[in-house]
């Protein structure tokens, strides 16, 4: 039977690391209609630019015009799989990885894109894992604990060279030149929101968790020209604009966005977010202990507490971070899904995650005689150190492929154990596991990480929660529910507890965690400072 006339629609696009998601989502009641998928064309460039100019040790950058191709082609095709009339889509919503910071003009053209400047690698945007900016997050958080910055406990006592910041500090650091041609250092989140609006509006989500904004100040000139006498005024000239709150409306779709997607113009276009915060309204779990773990290339651990605390290495806590009227937590794992494929890429090219899934199924807790930190992307939380690199101890002659890869997928699981027990002794207690993203479909990592955290697994009821959660945000900024809580509860969904901890696998587990615990801090809180030092080198003979 036909949708009824007074149907209507929203449609919500994820921004990965390497592709953007449009979905379809009927309002009424979050059934999902209709997605596609649009590959960026440059993926991520870690070693050359487009031209070839070679790229340093860390980096990680993207072409910001691969993001407005899935505007132009996975919109419309979503539509389309959909076959529905875009004449009744009412809003749209987006979400991005963060932070990833797009430096522009005044008007938002990428520097990338100004003539003459191709081939300045700091013209490029600077993606989530672009981690050259270490010794600069290294600086800032050696000033800001001389100092007593009042702002640095609120992320866990440590700023990530991963953030706005350290990552502005480095442009300027390396490139004035192009640091001063630069009119607005821009989060992805916003800026694609500025290509569908016409207009510039900044979203609460980052700029707390990514910019060191807390109860309406960022870090002050004084802070920052102690820094370098040229970074004093960063807020005020590069990154200062007024803030958009979450689920609430930046603008309206203009008519070249409408040309783009296809869609009407001047529908609701939501402000920006983040792909793991707008995830919790996709997963129903916006209330106060519940963690949502976004798990995909890296996982991002969010939830709402009722109050403020001080969590030890957490990514940061924003009032209305999350959903308006409580406080939202972030932490995460610089690496997971990401780690699995470079062990497959590099080690085991000739393996499948599926076959060495099944092969690591067949064994007993513990019987691979491994264990293993994953850091091969450094440490996000609780340490904020992108200095560290992974480690496996307890390799032998006998050690299989399957073995190492049981190993890398208990280190992972050990890494998120430890923020969960960050976060109860600081007083903000996790009650609640909700796993989302693309690792869930991998049961055997599911099984394990609840045999490992001796919590049951609630499960998100889509595979595209950002996108879903993107959706539900442009339905309350078109007015269709009175906030995201409402159009959550109506469109949102959980599979709750689908996976048990089994008593006797979290024994051995436990046992497994305490030798983790004890590498974690050995080489983690500065005993063996031997990871640091080969990164040093490295990066000297490099250079």
Known sequence: MPDAPSETYVIGVDFGTLSGRAVVVRVSDGTELGSAVHEYPHAVLTDALPDGTPLGHDWALQVPGDYVEVLQRAVPAAVRAAGIDPAQVVGIGTDFTACTMVPTLADGTPLSEVEGLASRPHAYVKLWK??????????????????????????????????????????????????????????????????????????????GYKGIRQDGHYPSPEFLAELNPAFAGFVADKLDQPIGQLGAAAGTLSAAAAGWTGLPEGIAVAVGNVDAHVTNAAAQALEPGQMVAIMGTSTCHVMNGAEIAEVPGMCGVVDGGIVEGLYGYEAGQSGVGDIFAHYLRYLGPEFTHEHLTELARRQRPGAHGLIALDWHSGNRSVLVDHELSGLLVGDTLATRPEDVYRALIEATAFGTRTIVETFNAAGVPVREFVAAGGLVKNTLLMQIYADVLRMPLSVIGSEQGPALGSAIHAAAAAGAYPDVRAAAAAMGRKQTAVY????????????????????????????????????????????
């Open 130 to 207: 672009h981690h050259a900016a270490q010794p600069q997050a290294d600086r800032i958080n050696q000033l800001a604990a001389k100092r007593g910055e009042a702002w640095l406990p609120r992320y866990g006592g440590l700023i990530s060279s991963e953030w706005e910041f350290a990552k502005g500090l480095q442009l300027l650091e390396e490139d004035p030149e192009l640091y001063g041609r630069m009119d607005r250092w821009v989060e992805a989140a916003d800026w694609i929101i500025w290509q569908l609006t016409g207009s510039y509006v900044r979203n609460a989500c980052t700029a």
């Open 500 to 543: 048990q901890p089994d008593p006797d696998a979290a024994a051995v587990y436990d046992e497994l965690f305490a030798e983790y615990t004890k590498l974690h801090d050995y080489f983690g809180r500065g005993a063996n400072k031997v990871m640091r030092n080969l990164r040093a080198i490295q990066r000297r003979v490099v250079a």
